[in-house]
């Protein structure tokens, strides 16, 4: 082990660990999902719960993620196999989750990227609903394998970008990579805020998002959200944050790098909130219509709401465009790197290979299927449906296993892990650590699962049949299942982690 250990490749300095881990925290997500769950759960309200989330389970399971990774020094399967035995299938139940997730995240990349280039001359015109379905996805109803050229250009430049970052290694590629886009990032989206929070009826749409509904805290659903959309949010629970913490030196402080990561984070939820909530007042004012009606999540927000706010700007409203969807490919690019980093450390710790045979296969294997998949006319409904099974039962799964095995099943490692982090840190964990990992944190997870598993059983997933959604939904969370097992099975390659 030590001479495996020797040769791992490592982070440059602590701030190289920290700027990626905030990489990977930032992407897309916090930019369109955070405003919405925030102005649908009590709005001002919301932040509440957000913040005790953050505190009681985000961060607990943050600190969990880097001491597995740093302490055992591997990817998910190889350090929770080197902390306990019979955990390595839970260790590649969060690789093949990320693995899914980076196959989708480079088709929402890729139309971000195409939507920057719209921007100029806002080549959306009149009715940007029907361009973004019709004319750029070219969507078709029901499942339809027909290649969309555009689509398959650009998701052929997204991967070949991301292969090139991850060919680079921790120092040269994560790093440098987080080291230039996520200053970026930060100056473009806050050039946005500050457009958008001037504009006539900017008022109207903060007040939306900050008022806050106290009644709204009374509801159990508002809680969920809050503790759901932190694990999103932060990374944790599949497999990023464990594989991070193994490229870091001896004596990093685990506690101290969190917390920063956890605040930046945050920080920048809340950033998003104020420009989109801004940007969504500006165009209910110049509609006439509340803000209940423009606002929205995901797609909707990024390619049909704002591109109809940017058109209602005039000439200016490229410069937007430009910083937002700019914006949107930033935050994802250090995403993906970081999500695919995942499997590829898996199978380089597993089989002993090097860094370029791992990200040549595996980054081979994954930007084929995803090319196959995403420039298909049926790009919009595998995104949908694979992003939702992948999510809500793939993350979420794996941070519950990721936790038990420790906390419920194998106490005994609790009194290693807790002083393993107070040795480094700056922050002492405790009893109110051991307490929020063992009872809080789970709990949410498996409550979170359970209503999650019910609405899926009895009403489906959206409108799709059940043949696609068995397919594409189901048949994901079974291949996390085999392929957890699979893997396990296969003996390491001249003893690789012996």
């Not at 998701?155 to 996520?182: D, M, P, R």
């Not at 298909?376 to 099974?389: E, L």
């Not at 068995?470 to 003996?491: D, E, H, M, N, Q």
Request: proline letters at 3%; aromatic letters at 14%; a positive charge.
């Amino acid at each position: 082990m030590a001479q495996q250990h020797a040769t791992r490749e490592n982070w440059s300095s602590r701030s190289g660990f920290i700027l990626a881990a905030i990489g990977s925290a930032i992407g897309l997500g916090n930019i369109w999902r955070f405003p919405y769950v925030a102005y649908e759960n009590g709005g001002g309200a919301f932040l509440i719960p957000y913040l005790i989330a953050l505190l009681t389970a985000g961060l607990p399971l943050l600190y969990l993620d880097y001491v597995v990774g740093q302490r055992y020094k591997g990817a998910p399967p190889t350090a929770y196999k080197r902390m306990i035995k019979s955990a390595e299938p839970i260790g590649w139940w969060q690789v093949l989750v990320s693995a899914v997730i980076a196959i989708y995240y480079a088709s929402v990349l890729t139309w971000a990227g195409n939507f920057m280039l719209f921007s100029f001359g806002q080549q959306w015109g009149d009715n940007p609903e029907e361009f973004f379905f019709k004319t750029y996805l070219q969507n078709a109803d029901g499942v339809v394998f027909e290649i969309v050229p555009h689509l398959f250009i650009g998701l052929l430049v997204v991967w070949v970008i991301t292969l090139l970052i991850l060919y680079g290694g921790v120092k040269k590629g994560l790093e440098l990579a987080n080291k230039i886009f996520l200053p970026l990032l930060m100056i473009m989206f806050t050039i946005l805020v500050v457009q958008a929070v001037r504009l006539p009826g900017a008022e109207d749409g903060l007040n939306a998002f900050f008022t806050p509904n106290w009644e709204a805290m009374k509801n159990p659903k508002v809680w969920l959200a809050a503790y759901g959309h932190i694990f999103f949010s932060l990374s944790v629970g599949f497999g990023i944050m464990v594989t991070f913490a193994s490229y870091l030196n001896r004596n990093a402080n685990l506690t101290g790098s969190g917390l920063v990561v956890g605040l930046a984070n945050s920080s920048f939820e809340i950033l998003a909130g104020i420009g989109i909530f801004a940007a969504l007042g500006y165009m209910a004012h110049t509609t006439g219509v509340p803000i209940s009606e423009v606002v929205g999540s995901g797609i909707g927000l990024a390619f049909i709401a704002f591109p109809k706010l940017i058109s209602s700007l005039g000439s200016t409203g490229d410069i937007v465009g430009v910083l937002f969807f700019g914006s949107l490919v930033f935050a994802g690019i250090t995403s993906m790197v970081s999500i695919l980093e995942v499997p590829i450390a898996a199978f380089k710790d597993k089989f002993g290979w090097s860094r370029h045979k791992s990200v040549t296969i595996i980054g081979g294997v994954c930007s084929i299927i995803s090319i196959i998949l995403f420039s298909s006319k049926s790009a919009i409904t595998f995104v949908d449906i694979i992003d939702n099974f992948a999510n809500n039962i793939g993350i979420v799964v794996g941070a519950i296993l990721s936790i038990t095995w420790i906390t419920w099943f194998n106490r005994q490692l609790i009194p290693k892990l807790v002083n393993h982090i107070n040795e480094i840190s700056s922050l002492k964990v405790g009893k109110l650590w051991i307490f929020m990992l063992t009872i809080i944190t789970p709990l949410s997870l498996i409550i979170s699962l359970v209503l999650t598993l019910k609405s899926l059983l009895t009403e489906g997933y959206g409108d799709y049949s059940m043949m696609t959604q068995l397919i594409y939904g189901w048949g994901i969370v079974a291949l996390f299942v085999i392929g957890s097992f699979l893997f396990t099975s296969i003996k390491n390659k001249n003893g690789a982690l012996k």
